[in-house]
């Protein structure tokens, strides 16, 4: 969510609209954009360490392999991602590839969850496998935690915090997210201890909420650095 860069989430809906015929006859979509996006592609020199990863973060299966591209999938889409196999040493030619996304081009791709606690359930069995967050912000309209891939394609796995859309169009509109667009960060161990205490999630998703007393948050531009950019 924070200003200047570029997100795009898993899920596009557009707004239903009634069919519509053309002058020869067929059926066509008054919105004509895609509906959702389907699957992406990385071209890796660390294929094995992408398909290991992704099998710990997403349970991701490997549905397809060969010696040019392998195919994985951890939902109803028949893949989601592929990977498109490159020679190990073509690493040695680009050895700033992970910073290039901290520059330039798509940041991030987001991913959003159904609830706070799947969010938080997801982050504590990361943890147990050894997949640490590079960052973890309650933006205002999601409550967020990121991680990186081997390649350095940033993630975010995300909650919303608002019921619905229109609450977060009026949130965007409102003076809290003027004086602070980017967020204030969270310690995600405290946010779910105060979870499992069973303390009420509408309290949780709040700014602040995931910090122990006596800590001081790093806010909006603060909590941006070589690290979490």
């Known amino acids: 969510m924070p200003l200047l860069r570029r997100q795009f989430h898993m899920r596009v809906q557009p707004a239903a609209a009634a069919p519509a015929r053309t002058q020869f006859g067929s059926l066509i979509m008054s919105n004509d954009g895609p509906h959702y996006i389907a699957h992406w592609v990385c071209k890796t020199a660390r294929r094995q360490e992408m398909i290991d990863w992704y099998g710990k973060v997403f349970n991701a299966e ?3 392999a060969d010696a040019t591209i392998a195919f994985l999938a951890w939902d109803a889409e028949s893949h ?35 609830s706070l606690q799947s969010l938080l359930a997801t982050y504590s069995r990361l943890q147990e496998k050894g997949v640490r967050p590079v960052w973890t912000i309650n933006h205002g309209p999601t409550t967020s935690i990121y991680y990186e891939d081997p390649d350095g394609n940033r993630l975010e796995f995300q909650v919303e915090n608002f019921d619905t859309a229109e609450e977060t169009k009026r949130y965007f509109r409102s003076k809290d997210f003027a004086e ?21 999630v509408t309290e949780l998703m709040r700014q602040g909420a995931g910090n122990p007393p006596g800590t001081q948050p790093a806010a909006n531009m603060k909590a941006i650095n070589w690290r979490t950019l």
């Not at 073509?90 to 290039?100: H, Q, S, T």
């Not at 980017?182 to 009420?200: H, K, N, P, S």
């Open 180 to 200: 602070n667009p980017i967020g204030v960060t969270f310690d995600a161990d405290y946010l779910l201890a105060r979870l499992q205490a069973g303390e009420a």
């Open 80 to 114: 989601r991602l592929a990977l498109i196999a490159l020679p190990r040493w073509v690493r040695l030619l680009f050895p700033f590839a992970k910073m290039r996304r901290k520059l330039y081009g798509i940041d991030h791709i987001a991913f959003g969850f159904k």
């Open 62 to 64: 490997l549905v397809h």
